[in-house]
């Protein structure tokens, strides 16, 4: 079975500071692993996807994660935050081999402080 | 392409009423999936379609719970008899391939039981 865990449901940096949220993911098998942006009454955007290959995902808007597998992590990094950032972030896991959906995480909630 | 798009963005509805939301992927994709997500929680999975096939339901999807893709494009997902636990956004995605490429979110419709 797969799942992720979220730690941390509310994040708060200032404008130009460091963003890290932080995700753990679960799998019996190789995971393909994803982080997903969903803006206020919006669905939900794909940031970046690690799907085997280079550990380090780069993403749109400036976002990256590392896929650490001793540490079982996938956190999502951006290196100064941006007004526009302000959003919840979703984690999500799939085993990968064709299984028919994906696992979210419970979502960490952005908030950029100008 | 314009994305995924559902129909209607939001549904105000009395307890025990019926209502169907509409969902069109992305013309290429042949699978399209349903989730519901709740305040405050990440996405979770109801039921997916390779083409016209169903070929997955969550134990989430009680018997009030139908969903069709009768041609291969659009879905239809229909809830019987709602209930006040039934109000959350509802919302679809489609994909070429799950576990490669992501999903595609439409903005979802949010469903208001009262």
């Known amino acids: 079975a797969q799942s992720v865990t979220q730690l941390g449901s509310h994040v708060s940096v200032s404008e130009g500071a460091l963003v890290l949220l932080r995700c753990n993911y679960s799998?019996?098998?190789?995971?393909?692993l994803f982080w997903y942006v969903q803006y206020p009454n919006q669905g939900l955007q794909l940031l970046l996807k690690?799907?085997?290959?280079?550990?380090l995902v780069k993403g749109i808007n400036g976002f990256e994660a590392e896929f650490k597998k001793s540490e079982t992590s996938f956190h999502l990094t951006k290196p100064s935050a941006h007004m526009s950032d302000a959003a919840e972030y979703f984690c999500?896991?799939?085993?990968?081999?064709?299984?028919?959906?994906?696992?979210f995480g419970t979502g960490t909630r952005l908030t950029v402080i100008p | 392409d314009t994305g995924v798009s559902q129909d209607p963005r939001h549904k105000i509805t009395k307890r025990g009423q019926n209502v169907t939301f509409r969902c069109d992927p992305i013309?290429?994709?042949?699978?399209l999936y349903w989730y519901r997500q709740t305040l405050g929680q990440g996405p979770e999975f109801l039921t997916y379609?390779?083409?016209?096939?169903?070929?997955?339901k969550s134990r989430l999807l009680s018997d009030r719970f139908s969903a069709e893709r009768p041609k291969g494009s659009f879905s239809t997902l229909e809830i019987q008899r709602t209930e006040q636990g039934d109000s959350a956004m509802y919302l679809c995605?489609?994909?070429?391939?799950?576990?490669?490429?992501?999903?595609?979110f439409g903005s979802g419709t949010r469903l208001t039981v009262v």
């Open positions: 995605a489609s994909s070429l391939k799950q576990g490669v490429d992501g999903y595609t």
């Open positions: 799998s019996s098998v190789p995971p393909y």
């Open positions: 690690y799907t085997s290959a280079a550990t």
């Open positions: 999500a896991v799939s085993d990968g081999t064709g299984a028919n959906n994906l696992f």
């Open positions: 013309s290429e994709h042949n699978r």
């Open positions: 379609f390779q083409n016209e096939a169903q070929l997955e």
